[in-house]
């Protein structure tokens, strides 16, 4: 009996020493949970929207060139983005599972850009023990090759001129000069990121690239393109109220379609609410976070892989990240007078716009330039007239909307600006120049692709 016993544990034994471990596998599903988990930390942390840029850039890249390590698809981004100039090779041997290492890559990088580092290292470990279970050689020799090509990122991003940007002074408000932004109500903060102008760009030659044409010049004439601009967007204000009033006198739960629009983009991170004497402020998605989520949208509806995911993600951050550089260098060169103040000052001292005024300069407008850039790489990935229905504010409160194309999406965000009371027309249809060009210069300038 005593034999018996001993040549079953010795046959277990045998069989358990050859059992072959599972491959991990890692989904186009898992990649936008990670960027999800990153969006979530990043509208609890309320981090402005250039600085979001910055947070979705590096991450995606990262991933990018592990993806792009041996692949018969995918070019990479050394020597095609500034400073970016070696990453770790990878042995096709060592057994490093790339999709695996790649996500490991994007959690960590992110982790170095946020506040909450507590929030994603929970993410992160429950997926480390997941890994783990299932094969841990691969999960360590994936791991180890991941925390390389972070070392590198790391060092990369650090030459950005960020660090530096964060000791530079306050914009200066000059109250005594007509035309000249001014911090506006309710809680009249100081200018947002005012030297984002003078964060080194990836793929443009310089900030000052795509400059669009100048804005009207500052005038209170009833006769000037700047005074008849804000009445634009003074009479606009109006009618979408007179309509909201016509609509609650009828006791209809409809919406006017212009401000349903302006309240679906309006991405305002520093959006604040008042309550007697507290204020505090309304979570909400920057502009970067919905079109990242349009994205994971596109990519979901394709059934695209885990390549096409990191690569949709990369270049969609890349082109945010220099439509801030861009629009924020030209913000602060022009510093243009916001529809609210000049409004209040010259038609109406009591009118107030649909959407809180973001605090900082008004031209170009940022979600025109942003949008309108963002379409044209979602467009070269997944082509023209691809129709979705866009889920990105439901988290929010806000119900779904359809969309035929990427283009109509952007062109919708745009004119937002106008209907919510916060942009002239100028800065929106120059905005959409802006962001255009710098689309089709990355689409363009970028290989990707072999």
């Keep these: 009996m005593k034999t018996k016993i001993f040549l079953l544990g010795i046959m277990v034994l045998f069989f358990t020493s050859c059992k072959k471990e599972k491959a991990i596998v890692i989904t186009t599903n898992d990649y936008c949970s990670a960027v999800d988990t990153v969006t979530g930390i990043m509208v609890h942390d309320i981090f402005s929207p250039p600085v979001a840029s910055r947070i979705y850039v590096y991450p995606n890249v990262a991933a990018y060139e592990i993806m792009a390590q041996n692949s018969p698809k995918l070019l990479s981004l050394q020597g095609q983005l500034k400073g970016l100039d070696s990453i770790p090779k990878l042995d096709p041997k060592s057994g490093v599972n790339k999709n ?29 023990q997941k890994w783990s279970d299932e094969n841990q050689n691969e999960f360590d020799v994936s791991k180890e090759y991941a925390l390389k090509v972070v070392d590198r990122i790391k060092v990369w991003m650090s030459k950005d001129n960020y660090k530096q940007t964060r000791t530079f002074p306050k914009f200066s408000v000059y109250t005594d000069q007509p035309g000249r932004w001014q911090p506006t109500p309710p809680a009249y903060m100081d200018a947002i990121e005012p030297h984002w102008g003078e964060i080194r760009t990836l793929v443009m030659d310089s900030a000052s690239q795509f400059k669009p044409i100048a804005p009207y010049p500052f005038s209170t004439d009833k006769n000037s393109s700047f005074y008849k601009e804000a009445k634009e967007t003074y009479d606009t204000g109006n009618m979408i109220s007179e309509k909201l009033i016509a609509i609650e006198k009828a006791k209809s739960e409809q919406i006017p379609e212009e401000s349903a629009i302006a309240t679906f983009w309006d991405c305002n991170p520093y959006a604040t609410v008042t309550q007697g004497h507290m204020m505090f402020a309304k979570k909400k998605n920057t502009p970067d976070a919905h079109w990242i989520n349009i994205a994971k949208i596109a990519l979901k509806k394709s059934n695209a892989d885990f390549e096409t995911a990191v690569f949709a993600n990369t270049k969609t951050s ?14 602060f060169k022009t510093n243009v007078i916001r529809p609210e103040t000049y409004i209040n000052l010259y038609i109406d001292e009591n009118w107030k716009p649909q959407l809180q005024t973001p605090p900082f300069p008004e031209y170009t407008s940022g979600h025109s330039v942003v949008s309108s850039c963002s379409s044209v790489i979602l467009t070269s990935i997944f082509g023209d007239n691809f129709s979705y229905v866009d889920d990105s504010e439901v988290y929010f409160g806000l119900p779904k909307r359809s969309f035929t194309s990427f283009k109509q999406a952007a062109s919708e965000a745009s004119i937002s600006r106008l209907y919510g009371g916060i942009h002239y027309r100028a800065a929106i249809e120059n905005g959409v120049v802006q962001g255009n060009n710098i689309g089709n210069y990355i689409s363009n300038k970028l290989k990707m692709i072999k």
Excluded at 113 to 127: Q, T
Excluded at 318 to 331: M, Y
């Design 100 to 128: 695996l290492a790649a996500l490991i890559a994007h959690m960590e990088v992110s982790k170095q850009l946020i506040f909450s580092e507590e929030a994603l290292e929970k993410y992160r470990d429950s997926l480390y």
């Design 318 to 331: 890349i082109g945010i990240f220099e439509s801030f550089i861009s629009c924020w260098d030209e913000k």
